[in-house]
């Protein structure tokens, strides 16, 4: 191929990618500069601990992401309805792993399907084996998430069960974008904190196994589970992780 023509190619990929980088960059700053939905506010402060826990300032940015999210990403009801309450929820369900992190958006989701209910490792919502309440996509289905929209809403029901689908499936997600779910978020833990986050991990499990753990059960089936139920239970619970599990 002609050496021009190589030049011209890379060139023009170059700007294109530089284009849309900036072109996000100035939408997603006039989302964050935009007026936030006063009803959103409300609807939170009812049904979202976390929020209601934040001082005024930390709110309005709380908010401002809800929109930047719901924004960026889709959400898509499979053979079921939702309302925009529920969009609320995937969107709550997001920021609150990662709001001490401002700016992180997920850029390795694209899409949620919100499911009617369990659902199997085949996405059936018919049959048996129907046990899966959240997942993270693979495969055909990267950049993907499923949550079955009954355990969504039952996550923000209940403020002291430990159990969130929409925070645990999202934890996944975040310790995905290194390119292993493996329990070690590698862009957020510090390479210093790795080797004792790992030891405690294998010492809470080992208290699991033994019936001498409030740690959901679940958390033992390996790091990555391990690592999205004791988040759950953080922002669920956090003082009472604190006083439990100070380590």
Same mark, same amino acid.
């Given at each position: 191929?002609?050496?021009?023509?190589?030049?011209?190619?890379?060139?023009?990929?170059?700007?294109?990618?530089?284009?849309?980088?900036?072109?996000?960059?100035?939408?997603?700053?006039?989302?964050?500069?935009?007026?936030?939905?006063?009803?959103?506010?409300?609807?939170?402060?009812?049904?979202?601990?976390?929020?209601?826990? &934040?001082? #005024?300032? *930390?709110?309005?940015?709380?908010?401002?992401?809800?929109?930047?999210? /719901?924004?960026? !990403?889709? %959400?898509? @009801?499979?053979?079921?309805?939702?309302?925009?309450?529920?969009?609320?929820?995937?969107?709550?369900?997001?920021?609150?792993?990662?709001?001490?992190?401002?700016?992180?958006?997920?850029?390795?989701?694209?899409?949620?399907?919100?499911?009617?209910?369990?659902?199997?490792?085949?996405?059936?919502?018919?049959?048996?084996?129907?046990?899966?309440?959240?997942?993270?996509?693979?495969?055909?289905?990267?950049?993907?998430?499923?949550?079955?929209?009954?355990?969504?809403?039952?996550?923000?029901?209940?403020?002291?069960?430990?159990?969130?689908?929409?925070?645990?499936?999202?934890?996944? &997600?975040? #310790?995905? *974008?290194?390119?292993?779910?493996?329990?070690?978020?590698?862009?957020? /833990?510090?390479? !210093?904190? %790795?080797? @004792?986050?790992?030891?405690?991990?294998?010492?809470?499990?080992?208290?699991?196994?033994?019936?001498?753990?409030?740690?959901?059960?679940?958390?033992?089936?390996?790091?990555?589970?391990?690592?999205?139920?004791?988040?759950?239970?953080?922002?669920?619970?956090?003082?009472?992780?604190?006083?439990?599990?100070?380590?």
């Amino acid at each position: 191929m002609n050496i021009f023509i190589v030049v011209v190619l890379v060139v023009g990929t170059f700007l294109l990618v530089y284009f849309n980088i900036n072109l996000r960059k100035i939408k997603r700053n006039k989302l964050l500069e935009a007026p936030t939905n006063p009803k959103w506010k409300s609807f939170f402060e009812l049904n979202v601990t976390f929020f209601k826990s &934040l001082d #005024d300032n *930390q709110k309005e940015v709380f908010l401002q992401w809800v929109n930047v999210f /719901l924004n960026e !990403k889709r %959400i898509t @009801p499979i053979e079921t309805t939702i309302t925009e309450e529920d969009r609320l929820l995937v969107a709550a369900s997001a920021i609150i792993p990662v709001f001490a992190f401002p700016y992180y958006t997920y850029p390795n989701l694209k899409e949620v399907l919100i499911y009617p209910h369990h659902f199997d490792a085949n996405y059936s919502l018919e049959g048996d084996g129907r046990n899966i309440l959240g997942m993270v996509g693979t495969g055909p289905m990267e950049g993907k998430m499923i949550l079955a929209l009954s355990a969504l809403r039952y996550g923000y029901k209940n403020d002291n069960d430990k159990h969130n689908v929409g925070i645990h499936e999202f934890i996944h &997600l975040l #310790d995905k *974008q290194d390119g292993e779910t493996d329990g070690l978020p590698k862009i957020l /833990l510090e390479n !210093k904190m %790795i080797a @004792p986050w790992i030891e405690i991990v294998h010492k809470e499990t080992e208290h699991i196994f033994k019936h001498k753990s409030d740690i959901n059960p679940y958390g033992a089936t390996n790091r990555a589970e391990f690592l999205a139920v004791i988040g759950e239970y953080f922002f669920e619970s956090p003082e009472v992780l604190k006083k439990k599990h100070p380590e």
